[in-house]
Structure formats: C-alpha cells, structure tokens
C-alpha cells in the first residue's frame, strides 16, 4: 500500500486530535481501493481522486469529532450512509464503538459487506432497508447515543428519520454544508415535536481547505411519539411542521 502517500491523511487526522495507527492507515487505504474498484460498476461517488477523497470523504467524516465528544457515545447509526460515510471512517477510528449503517439500496449494502470483510471490523451492523420502517422496530428505536446522516435532506425532513432512533439524552448531529440558517429555523418545529432541541450549530473548517462544515447538535429530550416516522416518503414530501 505504500505506493500511495499518506502525508495528507496523518497530517489531517493530527488536526482533528487523531493520531493514526499503522493498522488504521493500512484500513484507510484498503478501502480507498475498494471504493474505486466498485464505482467503477455502480455509482458510489463522484469523487474518486485519491487526495479528494482523503479530504472530502475520509477527513469530512471524522470533523464530528471537533464538534462532539465521542468518549460519551457507545452506539451510533448512520442513516443513509451511501458509501459509508461517515459511518466507516468513523468505525476505523473507534473499533470499540457499536455501529449500525442503514441504506435503503442493497447494492450499497453489499459494496459495504466487502468493505467490513476486507478491513476486519466487528461490532458493525450494515442494513438494507429504510429509515421509516426501521425506527418503528423495537430493536432500533430509541436504541442509540448518536445518530449521524450526511445524507442530502432538509433538517425538518432528516429529523423525522433520525430522531425516532436516538435514546433519550443522547443526540443526533447532521453534516450540513452551506448557509443552513434559513432551514434550521423551518426546522425547529419538526425537532421540537419529534423530541428533541437544538442545542447549537458548530462551523467548522475542513483541514487544509476553506470548505466548512455545520454540525447541528440536537438533543432528544423527551420520547419520540409512535406516529413517527410517518409512513415511507412522507418527511420527505412534506417536513412537519411546515404546513
């Protein structure tokens, strides 16, 4: 794996507070590989270039760490991870930590199942399905500290999805990108009404770019009814709260 140069990768890791081992490394890259090796048959990503994706899909991953104390979280899901983003980059740092990735494409599922084989992880759960149907299962709903989406969605609409699944005290942050004033305050009432409360925003710098990156922190304060998630397309078609 040495033919590739890991300079970007340790020194933006460094910047986070993270310091790489040679296993984490060697993880990294192998799953680099695997990412353009299958986008070359599906659709996975559009960046494909090694530096881009250290930056823009390995080290974007891990900003939640600037924006959130992992030390208190033991279990996260990862709604609508796509390529596994953030969710793998995530597991690669925190072997210990439980993680769940959903996605409702099985193609996805199955590139993910090789990525897991290939990089040896445990303790991760890869899950073909959608968000509406599995936050009304007992097993999921309300099961974890952290859930985490870098899906494109709007907030109000991500939340319903989100939510359902977080414990109570625990939180969910999505990775927005942009100016996200306008749509946090049309989402304020779907969080309110799901459970939960916007506790603040964190922008943050990418390293070695001028890309910025907001973290909304929203805590779940109370239980999330059982009328939510609604039913499949509905949060999306029309975000509550926003009649």
């Known amino acids: 794996?040495?033919?590739?140069?890991?300079?970007?990768?340790?020194?933006?890791?460094?910047?986070?507070?993270?310091?790489?081992?040679?296993?984490?490394?060697?993880?990294?890259?192998?799953?680099?590989?695997?990412?353009?090796?299958?986008?070359?048959?599906?659709?996975?990503t559009g960046i494909t270039e090694y530096e881009e994706v250290i930056s823009k899909h390995f080290l974007d991953s891990l900003l939640l760490v600037k924006a959130y104390d992992m030390n208190s979280v033991e279990s996260i899901i990862d709604i609508g991870t796509g390529a596994g983003f953030p969710g793998i980059p995530l597991k690669i740092i925190f072997p210990e930590k439980k993680f769940v990735l959903l996605d409702s494409l099985g193609k996805r599922i199955k590139f993910l199942n090789a990525v897991v084989d290939n990089l040896g992880l445990d303790q991760i759960e890869l899950i073909h399905g959608r968000a509406e149907d599995y936050a009304k299962k007992e097993e999921y709903r309300e099961q974890f500290d952290l859930a985490v989406s870098r899906a494109v969605a709007n907030l109000a609409s991500l939340s319903e999805y989100c939510i359902p699944f977080v414990k109570v005290k625990g939180a969910f942050i999505p990775y927005k990108s942009g100016s996200i004033e306008e749509e946090l305050q049309q989402a304020e009432k779907a969080v309110s009404i799901l459970g939960g409360k916007k506790k603040e925003c964190k922008e943050l710098l990418l390293p070695d770019t001028d890309i910025t990156r907001s973290f909304v922190l929203i805590e779940k304060m109370k239980g999330t009814s059982k009328k939510y998630p609604r039913k499949a397309g509905l949060p999306t078609k029309e975000p509550l709260g926003q009649a």
């Open 1 to 44: 794996m040495s033919k590739y140069d890991i300079t970007s990768l340790k020194k933006g890791c460094k910047e986070l507070g993270i310091e790489l081992s040679e296993q984490q490394v060697e993880q990294f890259l192998k799953f680099y590989e695997l990412l353009v090796e299958w986008n070359k048959v599906m659709n996975l």
